[in-house]
């Protein structure tokens, strides 16, 4: 069955850092634009950072110069590594996948204390 899986949250004091990860059981992952929402609590799920297949890169302003999003094919997976973290990075953050079909992960809650 193809899904997404994201790991990698937990909860960090302001300034922290953490890597999230989204291992992809899709056949031809490489094909596919990917990117990562956040849901804050009481909010809809906002795109943060996106990669396509051919590696271009785009942020949202609110985590430019904080995050990098990346992928490596080769094992099927998607990063994003988060830094300078805020209070108001805290939400749930989803990975997903898109070309003809469209894949989201479960989530993984990312809590940034003040």
């Known amino acids: 069955q193809e899904q997404l899986v994201e790991s990698g949250g937990g909860l960090v004091p302001a300034g922290g850092s953490l890597r999230l990860s989204c291992v992809a059981s899709i056949i031809y992952f490489s094909l596919y634009d990917t990117r990562w929402y956040r849901q804050a609590p009481g909010n809809q799920r906002v795109l943060i950072a996106s990669?396509?297949?051919?590696?271009?890169?785009a942020y949202a302003d609110s985590v430019k110069d904080r995050f990098v999003i990346s992928r490596d094919n080769a094992k099927n997976s998607l990063y994003l590594q988060m830094s300078s973290l805020k209070p108001e990075d805290t939400g749930v953050y989803f990975c997903?996948?898109?070309?003809?079909?469209?894949?989201w992960g479960q989530g993984t809650q990312v809590t940034v204390s003040s």
């Open positions: 997903n996948a898109y070309r003809t079909l469209e894949f």
């Open positions: 990669i396509d297949r051919n590696g271009t890169v």
